[in-house]
C-alpha cells in the first residue's frame, strides 16, 4: 500500500543526552589529545588544530600557503615522495586554513600507522617550503584568485567582508594578484617556525583507535615545545572599521546575474543567546523550508536558491543572507528580504512552523553525531571555544523550550534593519 504524501508524518518530542563518549590525555610536552573511538572500519583519522589561522599572518595568504605548502618538501624527502609514500600506504594527508585556525588532517588505515603518523611528523615539523613548489603555488593561487575575480558570488562575499570588518582586518582583508606573487619562502618558515613548531596545538584521534596510538603519539609529537592549544598567548590586534556606506553595488556589466550578500556582526557561540539566535536564523533562511526559500524562490521565481548562515569567529560572529538573481529583479529580491525579516520582528511564529524548525533541528543535530568522525568535529568545535559536549545538551534543551515569543523578542533585538550591511555585485 502506497502512503499519502499529502499527509505528514507523526512527530514526537525527543529527549535524548549527548554521549560524550571521548577520553583525552595529554603528550609530555603538553598537547591535549581528545579520543572519539568508533566505527567498523580500521580507519582513524588524526587532525591536528593549530592557532595559525589568517588572524595571525603578518602578510596577506602567508596563513594559507604556509599550511598548505607542508606537505611539499621536508629536507630529506621531495613533494612527489611524500605524496607516493602515503599513497603506498592508502593514507592521504588533508589541509585547510581558515579564520582563526589552521588544520592539518591524516587518514590512515590503523594497522599502518607506525609508518603514516612518523611521515605526518615530518611534514609538519621539518618543512622547509621549496622555492619551486612556492612558484608552483603562487601560479596556481594567482590563476584561481583571477578566474574567482570574474565571479560576483566571489566578489560579493570579500567585499561585503570587507564592509563588516574593515581592509585591515584579519576578517576582512581582500587577496589580491600582488599579496601572491610577493610572497617568499623565508616569510612561510617563519610562520611556520612561531605558530607550528613552537605554536599552540591539540589533537583530534577519531575511528578505530588501535591499543598503542597513546605510544605512537608521543613519540612522534610529545617531544616539541608546541604546547596546550589553550595556553595564553600574546594575540595581534585590530581594529574593527565598518564601512561608512552601508550599500555597496560591485558593478559587473557582463555578468549575468547579481550576487546578493546582506548582513550584519552579531555574537559567536560563546554568547549564551547563540543558540536561540541560530534557531531564529534557521526560520528565516537556515533550511530548506526555510521563510527565504519560500517567498524568493517558491512564490516569486527571483532564485534558484537563497539562504543565510550564522557563523561563529573567534573575535566575532557573521550572519549574512545570500542569493544570486536576475539584475532585473535585484531590487525585488531585496525588498523581500527586509520583508521577511520585517515579519519576524513584527508577526509571532505559528506553533505549526516552530514544530517544523524544531524536528528539522533536532534531526541536524543528531545526524551530525552520527559516527566517529562527525562527533569528534563537534567536540572540536565546542573545544575551540573553550566549551565541552554538553554544550549541545543545552542546545538540544534551547530547541525544545524555545516559544515564538521568545524568537519575536530575539527578531527585535538583533534584526534592527539599520544593522544590516548589504552588498551588490553584479548589474
Known amino acids: 500500500m502506497m502512503p499519502d504524501r499529502s499527509i505528514a508524518p507523526l512527530t514526537q518530542k525527543v529527549d535524548f543526552l549527548m ?14 589529545v581528545y579520543l572519539v573511538h568508533g566505527g ?20 596577506k595568504s602567508v596563513a594559507t600557503a604556509t599550511n598548505a605548502l607542508l606537505p611539499n618538501g621536508t629536507p630529506s624527502l621531495t613533494a612527489r615522495a611524500i605524496a607516493e609514500r602515503f599513497e603506498y600506504f592508502g593514507a592521504h594527508v588533508e589541509t585547510n586554513t581558515e579564520k582563526d585556525n589552521a588544520y592539518v588532517s591524516l587518514y590512515t588505515l590503523n594497522t599502518h600507522l607506525h609508518e603514516t603518523l612518523p611521515l605526518l611528523a615530518e611534514v609538519i615539523h621539518e618543512a622547509d617550503f621549496p622555492q619551486d613548489e612556492l612558484e608552483i603555488y603562487r601560479k596556481t593561487k594567482s590563476h584561481t584568485l583571477s578566474v574567482n575575480l570574474q565571479k560576483v558570488k566571489y566578489l560579493a562575499r570579500v567585499h561585503f567582508n570587507e564592509q ?23 616569510q612561510l618558515k617563519a610562520f611556520h617556525r612561531r605558530y607550528y613548531q613552537q605554536g599552540r596545538c591539540m589533537i583530534f584521534v577519531s575511528g578505530s583507535i588501535p591499543h598503542k596510538l597513546e605510544e605512537i603519539l608521543a613519540r612522534n609529537f610529545g617531544t616539541n615545545s608546541a604546547g596546550s592549544f589553550h595556553k595564553p598567548l600574546q594575540e595581534p590586534t585590530f581594529e574593527i572599521e565598518p564601512g561608512q556606506n552601508r550599500k555597496l553595488f560591485i558593478s559587473k556589466p557582463d555578468a549575468s546575474q547579481s550576487a546578493l550578500r546582506i548582513g550584519f556582526r552579531t555574537i559567536n557561540r560563546e554568547h549564551a543567546e547563540y543558540p536561540e539566535l541560530f534557531i531564529l536564523h534557521t526560520v528565516l533562511g537556515g533550511y530548506f523550508g526555510s521563510r527565504l526559500m519560500s517567498n524568493i524562490r517558491e512564490k516569486k521565481g527571483y532564485t534558484y536558491g537563497i539562504g543565510s548562515v550564522l557563523a561563529s569567529l573567534k573575535k566575532s560572529g557573521v550572519f549574512v543572507i545570500s542569493s544570486e538573481v536576475g539584475g532585473n529583479v535585484r531590487r525585488k529580491a531585496v525588498r523581500e528580504i527586509y520583508k521577511e525579516v520585517k515579519m519576524l520582528r513584527d508577526e509571532p511564529i505559528s506553533e505549526e512552523e516552530l514544530s517544523l524548525v524544531k524536528n528539522y533541528l533536532t534531526g541536524a543535530l543528531l545526524r551530525g553525531m552520527e559516527g566517529p568522525f562527525m562527533q569528534a568535529e563537534r567536540l572540536r568545535s565546542a573545544i575551540e571555544y573553550g566549551q565541552t559536549m554538553s554544550y549541545y545538551d543545552q542546545y538540544a534543551r534551547t530547541i525544545q523550550d524555545i516559544t515564538s515569543g521568545r524568537l519575536q523578542e530575539l527578531a527585535n533585538k538583533y534584526f534592527d534593519q539599520g544593522a544590516f550591511f548589504e552588498t551588490v555585485a553584479g548589474v
Open 40 to 59: 567498523s572500519q580500521e580507519l582513524v583519522r588524526i587532525e591536528l588544530v593549530y592557532k595559525a589561522g589568517s588572524f595571525y599572518q603578518g602578510a
Open 19 to 32: 554521549k560524550d563518549t571521548h577520553r583525552l590525555l595529554e603528550l609530555p610536552n603538553g598537547i591535549t
Open 164 to 186: 563588516l570588518f574593515g581592509s585591515r582586518h584579519p576578517y576582512g582583508m581582500r587577496l589580491r594578484n600582488e599579496n601572491i606573487d610577493q610572497l617568499e619562502s623565508g
